[in-house]
């Protein structure tokens, strides 16, 4: 199975800061990788799938993009709102993997 | 409203058998793959499996293969999630939500299993 390995494991940083996210898989999966956000206590959302599309209604400063087997998320300016986890995932072939997730607090 | 809504909160004691549902509403159901996921409480989040509703195809992960049996009913726009014998490690809070990418998510049920 398709393993995906995501660091860091946790974040601190400022409002207003430029924050990156990164997911590395352990093969090839073109650009079926997705973002999601976690707040606690609650669903996760849906916040970019094909590695680099933005769902409809998530804000601008969310980004994601691809390089190889290697997937960044970026958070252009962090908000206070942004405060979650998350999580990227692989659905190649209908089997989805997650990584290990980020947490994301305000310094 | 597109939607999935979940079954609600379960409390079992290990041994026990449980099948907690998630029905689909506001769009074509049989057009799309459903999956599960675990969330053990403070956890991160662990795909189980999904089924394509269409023709009930079943793919598990390896960690849950054999642990749990994923099915649907069409008839009513409904997956579910089933466990035959229940295990105090299954305690968590599950989700059902909708392929390619899991763009829509039930609310969750919550499964506590306690002797």
């Known amino acids: 199975d398709i393993q995906m390995t995501q660091s860091p494991s946790s974040l601190s940083a400022s409002v207003g800061d430029r924050v990156t996210i990164t997911c590395r898989a352990s093969?090839?999966?073109?650009?079926?990788l997705a973002w999601y956000q976690q707040r606690p206590g609650k669903v996760p959302k849906l916040l970019i799938y094909?590695?680099?599309t933005l769902q409809s209604g998530v804000p601008s400063r969310f980004s994601g993009s691809r390089s190889g087997t290697d997937f960044t998320l970026t958070i252009s300016s962090l908000q206070p709102e942004d405060v979650a986890t998350y999580y990227c995932?692989?659905?190649?072939?209908?089997?989805?993997?997650f990584g290990q997730g980020t947490k994301v607090e305000i310094k | 409203e597109v939607q999935l809504v979940q079954s609600g909160a379960e409390v079992k004691k290990p041994g026990e058998s449980l099948k907690i549902s998630c029905r689909g509403s506001?769009?074509?159901?049989?057009?799309?793959?459903i999956g599960w996921v675990r969330q053990v409480p403070g956890k991160g989040l662990e795909w189980m499996g999904v089924?394509?509703?269409?023709?009930?195809?079943?793919r598990y992960s390896p960690s849950f293969q054999g642990q749990v049996t994923i099915s649907v009913d069409k008839s009513i726009s409904t997956a579910y999630l089933q466990w035959s014998s229940l295990k105090a490690s299954d305690t968590a809070m599950f989700y059902c939500a909708r392929e390619s990418y899991f763009d829509l998510w039930g609310q969750g049920t919550l499964v506590t299993v306690s002797s």
């Open positions: 093969q090839g999966i073109s650009n079926l």
């Open positions: 094909a590695a680099s």
């Open positions: 995932r692989t659905y190649v072939s209908a089997r989805g993997t």
């Open positions: 506001g769009f074509t159901f049989t057009d799309h793959w």
């Open positions: 089924i394509y509703v269409g023709d009930s195809d079943t």
